[in-house]
């Protein structure tokens, strides 16, 4: 292809530049997010070198191959340090496919409309929140898609987690012991609703909310101890401000209101993830801070399609590695090539277990697709690896779960933490415990993410 | 047996649920666990018991009369208080977005290890046919109920739950303000189970409608209607019973009078700045219910000349002569200290109350009374004098009638409750001692709420009580390694009564009281999660500011999702003087353990 011309260190120049000026540029050939704004895909925007598996191995590697412990070694400096180990280690093969070039793979339709539509509309105020420029709280889509700091990236994977107005996603997890074992099962429903920045329905800010970011809910369905625990987390919408935090636990009976500043453990026994480690931005971004841009460049992550089990009825996937074959789940990854790695410092959370946390951001769509966090003695601890895609089997077979549409989502984690050698595994089913899931209903609100709500799924 | 009647049902319409549910495509969801439950006592035996723990059973007394009596019962020291398998099952239905339904199913089977307690009816409730609550049958050994049974209706801000059910209101822990709905059942080790679980185990269901309604704001307003049920108590003779076995409990006609009683209440609760308030009112039949002598309708005589007009007017008193009672005026003093009654004032009203007594030739106690025998001075001496009269059968004055059981009535009674409470969290510097705590009060004043009279008089105590507790609750973590560790540092106060609703008159008591002015208890806990939450050390303590206190320290083990070992201590102690609630558990003291499979 004549993009060739620009030969091999081309975009390999164009990354260096941005690191050493500590400013981030989105497109190598193109601008990127003029070309999504047009409504084209972004074929255009990438050379070839860093697009395709060819490119970035000298065609050792080819675009279907499956990653393993044979061929990792070519690929490590495009992955993670906990993949890598995975992968050269324990086991594990990923599928591979071609990049992802349309924009309406990469995120939920109405949020890259959203996100075209309010582009350039977006800064700072002086507590470091995100305004619209008439001063209101954001209007939706993501806020800076031409991110040029990390705080910009921060607050772009931050205001919007699951990219939809009102999230139902029915979960279902495994917990594995070093051996490979399974050592807990939960079936649990994590409810999102937006209140400021909605794409899709009427009422923005939620009832004139326009103090409040998000109502999120999880309620566990199985095993019997914990049926019912329920926690309800409203986020204001000042990102210097913690979530308010009411649970509901089978042995009081009744909700209660907690403290929220406890987000570095996990909230039942057996998952290694915390509420901090969701979405690579569990936490009210303001809480954090010292933010550096550690790397741009290509990357290897999920996106696109195959990480979503059509064949299967309740969407679940196929597991591989580890001491029993089941450590992973089969995921689908491509060449990302357009990536933004940050770091950031749990600053507002002295006594956490972690010194910081690096996020792999996918600079296509501004959406975290891992993130790794590191002990206080600098150590790897463990990843937070997002199967993002569509829901399309990796022979391209669509399932229509919303609208009669294939959808974007989260698909699993793989939570593994690599001192202990546990492994997490939670993954969007179509239905656990009894709920099904879906999105963009307004009646959520009222059905799981308010206290009563949370008293009424309590047993 | 119509409860039995009514469980089948509840339970054939559960099982039957469940074909159907499949047919009509509705989603059921079925977890449950089998645990086994140990407890083993190391102290003393239970001394409100008969056959194991009666203070004066095998010991020699010197009565009023200068002989020599001995409570001729056998004595023995249980080693094992619990031994029991439990099990439940939960069935979740989900009809729809809007209609939900759930049951569970809840078998639970005491072994007796070594026969302890064999022959001692440990599930019957002494009412409504023996049974407990609603959906429930038993036998002397085991239990199988319904706890929950209902529907679940969510249509916007309107919620409804229709069925038998559990209400558990306010926020305080440990200590009950505005959990008032529901009433206890102690007969599954009492109050000593794991205390972080608080009361989940115990609030008695019964067959109501309970619903709430948000507005806009998202202040809420939630009300209920619900069928009355007593607490219920740990039978006599059973390892936790706290009522003396000297007497019989009679509770049927209590029940019978009032089981067309239902409950009714409301409570407001929103956000006001950083408050969280919320406001309750509550009508409700007292589950607690109230006790005073009634007749013993038992005719020891019944075909013996000459004596069957004896044992007549016997009946028509609150006694019965059964080598099970008191059996010198020693031990009715104890027992009226350990019971919080009041020695005199109990035999009085016994007499008063009662004119058969007075054919017997009882009289009150009283100076003018005693100054027949020159002790209008020393009132106790004169009603020793009375008692041991009565009890020994070899007294110099006239033949006795041996030893006697007390019989006594529980009755119940509405009353209104109205009540206040707060939740407010601090912020602070990261890490800072008031960063994140959360204080919470409430408070509840009971109007014209009846306390069981220390004479047994049927005349009750009626007050005013005031409740209160004030809490700071808090997670703090010391170090990167561990999980944060919860905190909890509470005080209650209770104006009128005990945790175990008994009047603070009888308090400070050794036969008779000399009455304490309020109750108040101080409760601290902590749970220390380990990373990865496998392991979990807890400590709780109760303080009762008179002396007494209970520390539980204990550790869960939960290595798999389905399997979990609990062990944990009861340690219980008082520094006597009948002035607080933990004196009536000191002899309580074990370790427990239970171990659960779920499934």
């Not at chain 1, 979530?243 to 996990?266: C, D, I, S």
């Not at chain 2, 008994?502 to 806990?525: C, I, L, M, Q, Y």
Request: proline share 6%; charged share 20%.
């Amino acid at each position: 292809m004549h993009i060739r011309k620009y030969g091999k260190d081309f975009s390999r120049r164009f990354f260096l530049e941005q690191m050493s000026k500590g400013v981030i540029a989105t497109g190598v050939l193109a601008p990127l997010w003029p070309t999504i704004a047009r409504g084209n895909t972004i074929e255009n925007v990438y050379p070839d070198e860093i697009s395709t598996l060819e490119g970035l191995t000298g065609g050792r590697v080819n675009t279907g191959d499956v990653i393993n412990a044979g061929n990792v070694e070519l690929l490590k400096d495009f992955m993670d340090p906990v993949s890598y180990l995975q992968v050269s280690q324990m086991g594990r093969e990923i599928d591979t496919h071609a990049t992802t070039t349309n924009p309406d793979w990469l995120m939920p339709s109405d949020y890259l409309r959203a996100t075209v539509t309010n582009s350039g509309r977006a800064r700072f105020d002086d507590t470091g929140n995100v305004r619209t420029d008439d001063g209101s709280a954001w209007i939706g889509g993501n806020p800076f898609p031409e991110a040029r700091t990390a705080a910009e990236a921060f607050a772009n994977i931050t205001l919007s987690w699951g990219r939809f107005d009102q999230t139902f996603y029915a979960i279902r997890e495994e917990d594995l012991n070093p051996d490979g074992s399974t050592a807990y099962k939960y079936d649990f429903v994590w409810c999102e609703m937006n209140a400021t920045g909605r794409v899709t329905l009427d009422d923005n800010p939620f009832r004139g909310r326009d103090d409040t970011l998000r109502y999120q809910s999880v309620f566990f369905n199985t095993p019997q101890d914990v049926r019912g625990t329920a926690f309800l987390s409203i986020w204001p919408y000042d990102q210097t401000q913690f979530p308010e935090l009411q649970g509901y636990l089978p042995a009081f009976k009744r909700v209660r209101r907690y403290p929220t500043n406890q987000r570095f453990e996990p909230l039942l026994p057996g998952p290694t993830w915390y509420v901090s480690d969701a979405w690579a931005a569990g936490d009210p971004f303001l809480t954090w801070g010292n933010f550096k841009l550690i790397h741009r460049g290509p990357w290897l992550g999920p996106a696109g399609l195959g990480n979503f089990n059509v064949n299967h009825e309740n969407w679940e996937r196929e597991r591989v590695g580890g001491p029993k074959g089941q450590s992973f789940i089969r995921s689908h990854w491509e060449v990302i090539p357009d990536v933004i790695v940050l770091e950031a410092e749990p600053v507002k959370y002295p006594r956490a277990p972690i010194s910081k946390r690096r996020v792999y951001i996918d600079a296509r769509a501004m959406v975290a697709f891992n993130g790794v966090s590191y002990d206080r003695r600098g150590e790897v601890f463990k990843n937070f690896e997002h199967g993002n895609g569509m829901s399309v089997g990796a022979d391209g077979t669509p399932a229509n779960v919303l609208d009669g549409k294939p959808l974007w989502s989260w698909n699993f984690v793989i939570v593994h933490d690599v001192q202990t050698n546990r492994i997490s595994l939670p993954e969007l089913v179509r239905s656990s415990g009894g709920y099904d899931t879906h999105y963009n209903d307004p009646d959520d609100y009222n059905r799981y993410l308010t206290v009563s709500a949370m008293r009424r799924l309590g047993t | 047996m119509k409860q039995a009647k009514l469980f089948r049902h509840a339970l054939m319409t559960v099982l039957c649920a469940l074909p159907m549910a499949a047919v009509a495509d509705v989603s059921v969801s079925i977890t449950g666990f089998v645990r086994q439950e140990t407890a083993n006592a190391f102290s003393d035996a239970n001394p409100y018991n008969q056959g194991y723990g009666n203070l004066f059973s095998g010991r020699t007394v010197v009565n009023s009369f200068g002989n020599e009596i001995v409570r001729a019962q056998p004595t023995s020291e249980p080693n094992w208080s619990l031994f029991a398998t439990r099990g439940e099952l939960d069935f979740k239905f989900r009809f729809s977005d809007s209609w939900e339904g759930f049951a569970k199913i809840r078998g639970f089977r005491d072994w007796r290890l070594e026969d302890e307690f064999d022959g001692v009816d440990h599930f019957g409730s002494g009412f409504d046919g023996g049974d407990g609550s609603t959906l429930e049958f038993n036998g002397k050994d085991y239990m199988v109920d319904l706890p929950a049974l209902y529907l679940d209706y969510n249509n916007g801000p309107l919620w409804l739950r229709i069925g038998n059910q559990q209400i558990a209101w306010g926020e305080a822990i440990f200590f009950r303000v505005f959990d008032v709905v529901n009433g206890l059942d102690l007969r599954r080790h009492s109050f000593l189970d794991v205390a972080a679980e608080e009361y989940s185990d115990k609030r008695v269901p019964s067959l109501g409608v309970r619903g709430s309604y948000r507005f806009q704001n998202d202040w809420e307003i939630e009300g209920f209607v619900q069928r009355f049920r007593p607490s219920v108590l740990s039978p006599l003779d059973t390892p936790y019973n706290f009522i003396a076995s000297q007497f019989v409990v009679r509770q049927k006609q209590g029940w019978d009078d009032n089981d067309d009683e239902f409950n009714f209440g409301a409570r407001l609760s929103g956000r006001a700045g950083d408050f969280d308030l919320s406001f309750m009112a509550v009508s409700r039949t007292n589950p607690d219910g109230v006790f005073r002598w009634t007749e013993s309708d038992v005719n020891p005589f019944v075909g013996i000349p000459g004596l069957e007009p004896v044992g007549q007017l016997l009946s028509q008193t609150a006694f019965e002569i059964n080598p099970a009672g008191v059996w010198s005026a020693d031990e009715w003093f104890h027992y009226a200290g350990l019971s919080r009654l009041d020695g005199i004032g109990g035999l009085n009203a016994s007499v008063l109350e009662f004119p058969a007594a007075q054919a017997l030739g009882a009289f009150p106690i009283s100076p003018e009374t005693c100054a027949a025998f020159g002790l209008a001075g020393d009132l106790r001496t004169c009603a020793a004098l009375e008692l041991d009269l009565f009890f020994d059968p070899n007294n110099p004055v006239a033949p006795g009638l041996g030893p006697l059981k007390g019989h006594i009535a529980r009755e119940y009674f509405r009353e209104e409750i109205f009540g206040a409470g707060m939740t407010y969290v601090f912020q602070g510097a990261p890490n800072s001692l008031f960063d994140q705590l959360v204080m919470r009060i409430e408070a509840t004043l009971a109007l014209d709420r009846k306390f069981t009279n220390l004479t047994l008089s049927r005349d009750y105590i009626e007050k005013d009580e005031f409740v209160s507790n004030v809490s700071f609750e808090k997670y703090h973590r010391f170090s990167r390694e561990f999980p944060a560790t919860y905190f909890v540092l509470q005080w209650m106060h209770k104006s009128e009564s005990d945790m175990l609703g008994r009047h603070v008159s009888g308090f400070d008591n050794d036969g008779v009281p000399k009455g304490e002015g309020s109750f108040n208890a101080v409760a601290f806990a902590l749970q220390q999660p380990f990373p990865g939450l496998i392991w979990r050390a807890d400590l709780a303590v109760l303080y009762d500011t008179n002396g007494g206190f209970l520390v539980q320290p204990g550790a869960r083990w939960r290595p798999r999702d389905d399997v979990q070992l609990d062990i944990y201590a009861n340690l219980i102690g008082s520094n006597g003087g009948n002035d607080d609630v933990m004196q009536t558990f000191e002899r309580m003291d074990e370790v427990f353990a239970r171990f659960t499979y779920y499934f």
